[in-house]
């Protein structure tokens, strides 16, 4: 039982990680963009 509930607490910490690091190289793109052009 504990088992299960470490891993999905990992799982969770391991999908916010991925939204906030999605997040952030997509402001980075948009920042560099205007740069660009």
Not at 3 to 30: G, M, N
Request: hydrophobic fraction near 45%; charge should be positive; charged fraction near 20%.
């Amino acid at each position: 039982m504990k088992k299960t509930l470490l891993l999905s607490l990992s799982l969770s910490r391991f999908c916010s990680t991925l939204k906030t690091t999605a997040f952030t190289q997509a402001r980075a793109i948009k920042s560099v963009k205007p740069l660009k052009w």
